[in-house]
């Protein structure tokens, strides 16, 4: 196992020597589009991983050193795509929906006049000029509001590839022409009416898919109206008004009743009653006091407090989780690859076979004629008299039209897009698309101990050192970032009144996870972590107590007992697992009594105490050997390499930063109740997925040959296009509404 382990690390190593490169790709309109792209950047030497998302526009790729934003540029505008620097933001995406609805509305206001002409037309009510007015109108919607949808089709063609815009240009410009051949005096059936059509009802569906981007982009936007301008600095007794921007860590900052926290940070002075809801989904405010964490765009409902700042700019809470919603909107799951990969040849297939069907219709045009005098007494719009030309164009158009795979390319990033939305109302921010297929399959939840089952604010209950040696300690454990490390700092600060530590000077600092911290004060070596005899305080142990030794040039000086309490969700989680036949699983580094005693009061019937790192990665692989889908939940150092090698690894938000970026998802504020809501989510995202995905494939399958056999009329076949995109879009914001129905 220890091999293992070493190649893990090793190809993390590896990994990181690689640079990841995040831009927006425009002017991308189905899922044929996107792997155009991904495939004209994977021919760039040096690339190593590409995703790019139709629904965000992001793409993202995972390169060497050698590979530039500029080599990237140059391969993906070859192909008539545009790559721009920065990510389409929230104002972007409203300027896109409020374009989308202008072409539509002018699309509309043609479209609809002509097609109640046409109806009257067609009732036997004679319109004079209605070829010209079918032409003017026609030209109309083509040029105008339908011009972004010719210029999409132009680029596809002009660079030998095809896109969905490429269908709806060719059979609305099919359908246009007819009305100049007619003019000009052949025989042939005027589709001027339609060719308006086909493009208004594809501007509708751009609409929708717009105004869906809209709305999940006031998520971020949410967050964005979280961000403050402007903070109290306390400077030299006073208090001065100073941008965020300008404030360093380790600045104290001021914050009132009614005012929102700017920066993240620790309390150092006061107490107050903070609101919580708007980043974490809980409605209840949380009572907070000295040595506890304050994230920025909370509320201070009521109190004083003055809060050292231990993050700034990009690093802020607020900020990585902008980043990180970004990233999960953006993201794909391994069954979207089956949808992709299909579409590679989709469209020139159907382009193929709508040549086909108006080519046989074309050369046996009396053979079949038969045929459609029968199936005219069951569907009215087939024609039966209008020559092979008129035929043949009308077959050619309808299976064009009919096929545009709008839906499958919209099928995983419209779920995906609510499925990320719904997971942050609720505090959680899902990383990646692979971990929302996988969650629903998880048969084990390893849970750390010490700031995941238990709150993480362990408190010194008793010591038996010095006053001048707990000083010491107190020093040393600033340079960790355990939870039992700040119980120790802050109860010397409190209970010995005094900043003296700060003035003490240590060498040879070294943390060795899950054993405990060493560091040299003037000539003595201190040791401050797990006893080398538990057993000695098998009696505090029992309690649910920790204890840490403290040990000076190898002689013990003395310990400390910290307790630490349960989450309060914690046993109801452990429950709710049970009964989905989930299998909950302790694992610390904390001795085997603690452990037991902690795993008995949540209701746990197996755990894994006095495990190391590595240890806890073999503990991973041992339920993966047995054919376990394993997630790893945790919130330190000493969890990060578990958390990768799980199929799941979930951080809490308050945990360590190498924590958070080595899971999967991340509970924002600590609930690890969260964890039922990450695999509901993952259960019904998938499952909408699914449905959308068979509806795509399904209508196609049925319709195209409908098309081609001459009996589907190109506004119905364009109409059916529509409504199957539609479907898809409607089917994936249902998420929402189906989490509060099982919620409720």
């Known amino acids: 196992m220890k091999s293992s382990t070493e190649t893990s690390i090793n190809n993390s190593l590896s990994l990181s020597q690689e640079k990841e490169i995040s831009f927006s790709v425009q002017g991308m309109t189905c899922a ?74 002018v699309s509309l206001i043609v479209t609809i006049p002509l097609m109640i002409i046409m109806i009257i037309h067609m009732s036997g009510i004679h319109i004079p000029y209605m070829t010209f007015i079918e032409l003017f109108c026609g030209g109309i919607v083509i040029f105008y509001p339908g011009r972004k949808t010719l210029k999409s089709a132009w680029i596809a063609l002009s660079h030998l590839h095809t896109n ?85 860590i380790g600045d104290i900052i001021v914050m009132r009743t009614g005012e929102k926290v700017p920066l993240d940070g620790i309390i150092v002075e006061g107490k107050a009653t903070i609101d919580e809801s708007m980043v974490t989904g809980e409605p209840l ?82 053979a079949f004629q038969p045929f459609l005098l029968k199936v005219s007494n069951i569907l009215p719009w087939v024609l039966v008299d209008a020559g092979p030309f008129s035929t043949a164009l009308f077959t050619f158009v309808a299976t064009l039209v009919i096929a545009c795979p709008c839906a499958l390319g919209l099928a995983t990033p419209m779920a995906l897009l609510s499925a990320s939305s719904s997971a942050a109302k609720r505090g959680l921010i899902i990383k990646n698309g692979e971990s929302v297929q996988m969650a629903k399959n998880i048969d084990v939840v390893l849970f750390d101990k010490t700031g995941t089952i238990t709150e993480g604010h362990p408190s010194v209950v008793w010591h038996n050192l010095d006053n001048q040696i707990l000083q010491v300690v107190a020093k040393i454990e600033e340079n960790s970032t355990h939870p039992l490390a700040n119980a120790i700092i802050k109860y010397v600060k409190d209970e010995l009144k005094t900043d003296m530590i700060s003035d003490l000077k240590l060498d040879e600092i070294e943390e060795k996870a899950g054993l405990g911290i060493y560091a040299r004060y003037k000539k003595d070596l201190y040791f401050i972590g797990k006893p080398k005899k538990s057993e000695k305080y098998i009696d505090f142990m029992k309690r649910g107590e920790t204890v840490v030794e403290v040990l000076v040039n190898d002689e013990l000086r003395g310990y400390i007992r910290i307790a630490d309490k349960i989450r309060s969700g914690a046993i109801d989680t452990i429950n709710k697992l049970k009964n989905m036949n989930i299998k909950p699983v302790i694992v610390t580094g904390d001795n085997e009594i603690t452990a037991k005693a902690v795993a008995e009061k949540v209701g746990v019937d197996e755990f894994w105490a006095n495990v190391s790192p590595s240890e806890k990665v073999n503990i991973v692989r041992k339920y993966q050997i047995e054919g376990k889908k394993v997630c790893m939940i945790g919130d330190g150092i000493n969890d990060a390499a578990a958390l990768k090698s799980a199929e799941i690894g979930i951080a809490i938000g308050t945990g360590t930063d190498l924590a958070i970026e080595s899971a999967d998802i991340i509970i924002i504020q600590g609930e690890i109740s969260k964890i039922i809501d990450a695999i509901e989510i993952s259960k019904i995202t998938f499952q909408k997925i699914k449905q959308n995905l068979f509806w795509a494939f399904f209508y196609n399958v049925i319709m195209i040959p409908l098309a081609m056999m001459g009996l589907m009329h190109p506004v119905l076949s364009e109409i059916a296009m529509f409504l199957s995109s539609i479907n898809v879009i409607l089917n994936s914001s249902t998420i929402e509404k189906k989490l509060k129905v099982k919620e409720g």
């Open 32 to 105: 044929s589009c996107v792997r155009n792209v991904e495939r004209a950047i994977k021919k760039i030497d040096g690339v190593k991983y590409v995703s790019v998302n139709l629904a965000t526009e992001k793409a993202i790729v995972i390169a060497n050193d050698k590979v530039t934003i500029e080599d990237i540029e140059k391969a993906v505008e070859s192909i008539g795509y545009k790559v721009s620097r920065e990510m389409p933001t929230v104002n972007l995406i409203e300027k896109r929906f409020k374009e989308a609805k202008k072409d539509l509305m």
């Open 164 to 248: 969905m815009d490429t269908l709806v240009t060719i059979g609305a410009l099919s359908s246009w022409m007819t009305t100049i051949l007619l003019i000009f005096g052949l025989n042939v059936q005027s589709f001027g009416s339609i060719s308006a059509m086909l493009i208004t009802l594809n501007l509708l569906g751009k609409y929708i898919e717009s105004k869906m981007k809209y709305n999940a982009s006031k998520d971020i936007q949410a967050l964005l109206a979280l961000r403050v301008e402007k903070a109290n600095v306390l400077m030299d007794g006073e208090i001065i008004e100073l941008p965020v921007e300008t404030i360093k």
């Open 285 to 366: 405010p949380v009572y907070k006091t000295v040595g506890e964490y304050v994230i920025s765009g909370t509320i201070v409902e009521s109190g004083v407090i003055k809060v050292e700042v231990s993050r700034v700019g990009e690093d802020l809470f607020i900020n990585q989780m902008i980043k990180l919603i970004e990233e999960a909107q953006s993201s794909k799951v391994p069954i979207q690859a089956f949808a992709d990969r299909i579409t590679i040849y989709f469209i020139p297939i159907v382009f193929s076979m709508a040549v086909l069907s108006s080519i046989l219709w074309f050369i046996n045009y009396e």
